[in-house]
């Protein structure tokens, strides 16, 4: 049959003299039409299912059409392994130096360079602590010694009111000039009188350094008690004399010593003499030392109520022996407490101290590179910042603690050299940054001690417990600050516990750990009725609320705390203690196993996001 055949067959015949002809050719434009609209809607459905599989081909890199399906399974590949790199630089952040050594066989230099600093940082300390003990202890052997050769009735009475040693508390004007005129005959006498090594300090011409009596005393100051008046300037003025009493008698250098004095007591303040006096420091395993001693005396008119209270005060400057000394040590181990020993310690330990520093700084560098190679991962690939968690995870306090136990360190290895060249007199300040470096660096230790969580109990305990305890003490400051004030302003004229707000914050310290309650109950409590009654409601209170309550809450804190840090330990979240977990997408926290296989060309990459490449 031909097609023009067909298309006859097809159309309508418009001449046929069919009764029925019009209802068929009617049923038939109907059905005609409906085939129209059903091939246009199926046209319609198929164009909409490749429009949405193209949107989904551009949103998943592993669906689309076949011509696609490389270049996305390229994109899903190139996201894996960045994935997978950065998940491996986080695992190896994560990791204590023991599980570096164990899993890469990487060598812990900075343990090692750190037990190594330790070890020489501590010797240092134990031979400067030696050498300084042993000083402290000849220069109290010479306060005394001195103290007894120059002041008058001098003597160690604990209930004296000044803090210094000295003579007694003199009351009358003629023992004033008798007090400093004796002091001066004395010290003229001393090369000849003393047991001891002495010899006066001699100055660039060779001549004999005096002593200086210097007075100080409000100016213009008069005093009427009978008729109740008085003139009274608050100025005050010094006048210092170089005295020379080796050809006088002790009279006569009495008589030096009024015409200095005021000619009215009542503007009287202090009087002050100072001696300069040489000696030698001679002792057995230890090297002699040069020494300049600077002894003063003072007598000081107490808040100005006539009661002179005689102090005596010693210090010391070491200085340069003549070059012809010689010094011959019992056995070969005191050259090194010598100080050519003692700084090659000290250059030992700064350039241990100047190379874990530089291993830190480098830690933190690449600490702060890994920090930005994460965020802008999960900023490009997850479309999300990092939480506070994932970002506190990379601050490590252990590195910022070893920062400072380094600068500390340093400063005082340099105090220590300066000290052992120059013979500084800077003993004290050197003392507190090299036993402050010692006591850092064996903390920072520690960290070290994080191989076994079991061993590290005692830092996850207060790294929990810290914050909740920091609350406690913001608390308790607010109580603290108001006892100490009432304390100190009802207390202070009846006991020197409370003298002062410093003391008192002392005093209500040492009474919380159980110490001085009987003493300050026994020196308020007879004062008056009213302060009897208020002590005893002052001090119970302050007992009750500090050692049964406040105490008891923070040992309940430390004990929640180790609770929590253990349960961490059994767990394995010991690593960070962050409630929940952290960088969920790399599978890193230690509820995950090990990452997921690379994603097949045929298959689909679940974990794989949004990907703007």
Known sequence: MSAHTSANLLRPNLNSSDPHFLERSTNSRQFHQGSINFLEASQRRNESSRSKNAQESDDDPLLGDESESTASFGRS???????????????????????????????????????LKLLSLTMLLLLFGQDKFQLRTVLN??????????????????????????????????????????????????????????????DNNNQTVLPDLCVTSFINTTVDVEQWQFS?????????????????????????????LPESYAGFISLKTTFQIRTIFLSVKARPKCVLLFASHMLRNEVMSGAIVSEFQLTFEEVECSN?????????????????????????????????????????????????????????????????????????GWDFFNIVAEVVTITGIVFKINLDTNADSHLDITAVLIGSAVAINWIAALRFLSFDKGYYILVLTLSVATPNILRLMICILAIYVGYVLCGWVVFAPYTYKFASIGQTVDTLFAMI??????????????????????????????????????????????????????SAVRTGMGHWLIEGDVFPELSLGWKHEESPEPPQQSGQDITAPQNRL
């Open 77 to 115: 590949t190139m996201f894996y392994n960045q994935r997978q790199q950065l998940r491996t630089s986080l695992k190896n952040f994560f990791m204590t130096p023991f599980e570096k050594y164990t899993a890469r066989g990487r060598v812990p230099w900075k343990l090692i360079f750190h037990v």
């Open 324 to 396: 012809s000394s010689t010094y011959t040590p019992q056995d070969g181990l005191i050259g090194i407490r010598e100080s050519s020993g003692q700084i090659i310690i000290d250059c030992i330990v700064l350039v241990l101290s100047l190379i874990t520093g530089f291993l830190v700084l480098k830690k933190m560098r690449a600490t702060l590179k890994l920090y930005l190679e994460t965020r802008n991962f999960y900023i490009f690939h997850y479309d999300r910042k990092l939480t506070w968690s994932e970002t506190c995870s990379f601050i490590s």
């Open 513 to 566: 750990n159980g110490d001085e309650i009987l003493d300050s109950f026994m020196q308020v409590t007879g004062s008056s009725s009213l302060l009897s009654v208020f002590s005893k409601v002052y001090f119970y209170s302050f007992i009750v609320l500090f050692i049964y309550v406040v105490l008891s809450v923070m040992i309940s804190l430390i004990g929640e705390a180790m609770i929590v840090a253990q």
């Open 141 to 202: 052997a010479y306060t005394n010694n001195l103290g007894s050769l120059l002041i008058k009735d001098y003597s160690f009475d604990s209930d004296r009111t000044s803090e210094l040693p000295g003579g007694p508390i003199v009351h009358r004007r003629f023992e004033i000039a008798e007090s400093a005129s004796h002091s001066l005959v004395n010290y003229f006498n001393l090369t000849r009188s003393a047991a001891g090594i002495f010899g006066f300090n001699k």
């Open 232 to 260: 009274f300037d608050e100025k005050m003025s010094t006048n210092c004399l170089k005295v020379d009493c080796r050809n006088l008698t002790r009279l006569e250098c009495k008589r030096l010593v009024v015409e200095m």
